[in-house]
């Protein structure tokens, strides 16, 4: 047995106890090779170039739209439900948050579904499984002609950053393993079965998003463009903000292929020229479509090889003085530098529209945002300026406590263009924000704004 095989061997034990599939484990294994090689998945600056110009989705022809609604019936939509909403203090599905009254991430994905008569399809994790199916048998009772398939992602195993070994956690051993990233789409969508259930039933074409991304609706013209191109894989794009920084960008290696370079992936000394939005222009929107066609004779070489994220993080990601590990992750994006006829498309900046904090929450669940009859989520149209939302952590970051001081209602916010939220505020009932509003409470205790208000400028409470 080599030295790797040697090493690797108590992972592959660990795995197959567990049960996980050999192409799991397989590409567990390519990741540990490199990672035991000293391999850290960096992608220095030196070995990409920036995209200068690409497609724009507002400047197709609209001819391209009745190609997309003939395919539409060969059309899957495809969202990656494996969060739990972490970030906000939960430990549950983050699709079964109340965006609008009475309805959930998951119940507007599936009205929308629905209405473009295409098949919902969710990759769940472990633990959003049973909340997720659960509250879909009532949703299908409300939507009868939806058709909903669903998979499990995989898990892997943490890596201990001392000697490389499994990460060991008695205390609690569920934060030994951890799901290995979108990357693992591939991977789990061939064996679970699905993507040869979906080829059998007659699909071709796969649109992937973020469950939390109500802006990622199934777009006819996008799917006429990558019809009519005969595309194997489309990334969108938008153009990145000071906002967008810290996020993944898209490239060109010295090749002239498309690559995508993670926050992860890039050297520390780089770190200014990464998040420079004049050089690096273009964001991955994490909506992708791709040619279930193509992807199939991709695997069919084994799992794709994309680039290795080396996420370090402690075991148990709670307790900073837990012992260090490495998660040995990937991206689902990276695939466009492996598929043939790989291309990206830039869209309208209201195809993303990701909800990962109470503050993103805010925006949507206020009258800035509506909700279709068809189940999009989308801005106000005559609602013109960007608003930014800065609300106190101590009091706003989790859910519960977010909830409880907006338990009246939420303020309208369609002529505010910025609020910023310094101390313990709960908002009374029919309050508008208007402008730059910068709401002060410094007495310790938590103080109600008057409800029926127009409230703009400095308020101290």
Not at 159 to 166: G, I, N, R
Not at 406 to 422: D, G, Q
Request: aromatic share 6%.
């Amino acid at each position: 047995m080599s030295e790797h095989d040697s090493r690797f061997a108590p992972f592959a034990e660990r795995m197959a106890a567990r049960g996980l599939p050999d192409l799991a484990i397989e590409s567990f294994r390519r990741h540990y090779r490199e990672l035991a090689g000293g391999a850290t998945g960096l992608i220095p600056e030196t070995e990409i170039r920036p995209v200068d110009s690409l497609p724009d989705a507002e400047s197709l022809d609209p001819a391209l739209a009745e190609v997309g609604r003939t395919a539409l019936s060969a059309t899957v939509f495809l969202k990656l439900n494996g969060g739990l909403g972490t970030s906000m203090g939960l430990d549950r599905a983050k699709s079964l948050i109340e965006v609008k009254p009475g309805q959930s991430f998951l119940r507007i994905l599936a009205r929308h579904a629905a209405h473009a008569g295409a098949p919902l399809v969710l990759m769940n994790s472990d633990r959003t499984r049973a909340d997720s199916l659960a509250a879909l048998e009532h949703i299908r009772r409300e939507e009868p002609g939806l058709v909903v398939q669903e998979f499990v992602q995989h898990m892997a195993p943490k890596v201990s950053q001392h000697d490389l070994a499994p990460a060991r956690w008695p205390q609690d051993p569920d934060h030994e393993w951890y799901p290995p990233g979108h990357g693992d789409l591939y991977a789990a969508l061939h064996s679970s079965g699905t993507l040869q259930d979906l080829l059998q039933a007659g699909m071709r074409y796969l649109f992937v998003s973020n469950a939390d991304n109500l802006g990622a609706v199934l777009d006819a013209r996008i799917l006429g463009h990558f019809v009519e191109r005969g595309l194997g894989f489309l990334m969108e794009v938008a153009d990145r903000t000071p906002a967008d920084r810290k996020g993944g960008h898209l490239a060109l290696t010295r090749g002239g292929e498309f690559i995508l370079r993670e926050s992860a992936q890039c050297p520390e000394a780089e770190r200014e020229t990464f998040e420079d939005i004049g050089r690096h222009r273009f964001f991955n929107t994490n909506n992708l479509w791709i040619d279930l066609l193509e992807l199939s004779k991709v695997l069919a070489a084994g799992v794709p090889a994309l680039p290795l994220i080396r996420n370090a993080k402690t075991v148990d990601p709670t307790d900073p003085e837990s012992p260090p590990v490495y998660q040995l992750e990937s991206a689902m994006g990276a695939a466009i530098s492996i598929f043939p006829r790989a291309s990206a498309l830039r869209v309208p900046r209201h195809r993303f529209a990701p909800v990962k904090t109470t503050a993103d929450l805010l925006l949507v669940r206020s009258d800035r945002y509506q909700v279709s009859a068809q189940g999009q989520l989308a801005p106000d149209p005559a609602v013109r300026h960007h608003m930014v939302v800065d609300l106190d952590a101590r009091f706003y970051g989790r859910l519960p406590d977010f909830e409880q001081r907006f338990m009246a209602a939420t303020p309208s916010l369609r002529e505010c263009k910025r609020l910023h939220v310094s101390g313990d505020v709960r908002f009374g009932p029919d309050i508008v924000l208007q402008g730059v509003v910068r709401i002060t409470n410094r007495s310790g205790r938590q103080v109600l704004l008057p409800g029926g208000c127009i409230y703009e400028g400095e308020i101290t409470l």
